[in-house]
């Protein structure tokens, strides 16, 4: 009797402090808008960070009821880890596609504080999205040519090709691009007369007998300039 009476309270005290902390969770969800809690984090009394560290540990060991994961699934919780911090810099990833046209970032490239670059180059190293399909899905869903068969460097000059000659509609018009012309600190007139005089780079991943053209503005939309007279800077 008294050993059952004990373990009643012990498992009664347990719930109540799991359901502390899942309070505590709502209220910092409610604040901050994600679940993403810094592990020396306190809310108050409450260790909230080592709390969430607790329940990813149980949720991985399969000692955590359906009914407690899918309360805290929808608070936005990530049990992974890796999921998180790909998820952090999936963002960066996406402010710096909109002010870039493109994810073939430079290796020293960072956005809202992230190493971004370094991330992606990380990223596009052979099987390293191994075991992650979505990882790929949720990148090529920015920017479909994320990680081209042809040079990076080729696919940046070519993203800020389109930017200059997209209207305010986003369509691209006629527009003649001088040596000079500069975007995001890349002299786009100069390559353009320089890549019109070279054959398209073609795939590395593909048979030779099957060259692939990388995307490109229409070829209406571009016209390089024989002129040396130094163009305007974006």
Not at 189 to 207: D, E, F, N, V, Y
Request: glycine share 8%.
């Amino acid at each position: 009797m008294v050993a059952d009476w004990v373990s009643f309270n012990v498992i009664d005290t347990e719930r109540q402090d799991w359901a502390r902390g899942w309070a505590k969770l709502k209220t910092y969800v409610e604040r901050t808008g994600n679940a993403r809690v810094p592990y020396g984090h306190r809310e108050g009394a409450t260790p909230l960070g080592q709390w969430v560290a607790e329940q990813r540990r149980a949720y991985s060991a399969g000692e955590m009821s359906g009914q407690r994961a899918r309360r805290l699934e929808r608070l936005g919780m990530v049990w992974s880890v890796a999921d998180e911090r790909f998820q952090e810099n999936l963002e960066a990833a996406k402010a710096y596609y909109e002010q870039h046209w493109t994810l073939c970032a430079p290796r020293t490239a960072t956005a809202l504080g992230k190493p971004l670059g370094m991330w992606l180059a990380n990223l596009r190293r052979p099987g390293a999205l191994e075991g992650h399909p979505e990882w790929k899905t949720a990148l090529e869903a920015v920017d479909e040519d994320w990680n081209p068969d042809w040079p990076a460097d080729w696919q940046r000059h070519c993203a800020a090709l389109r930017e200059l000659v997209a209207d305010e509609e986003g369509q691209a018009g006629t527009v003649e691009v001088l040596p000079g012309v500069t975007v995001h600190g890349m002299d786009i007139g100069k390559w353009l007369g320089r890549s019109a005089s070279r054959r398209w780079p073609q795939s590395r991943r593909r048979p030779l007998s099957r060259p692939r053209r990388p995307r490109a503005p229409s070829s209406g939309a571009l016209r390089p300039s024989r002129s040396t007279r130094p163009g305007r800077a974006l």
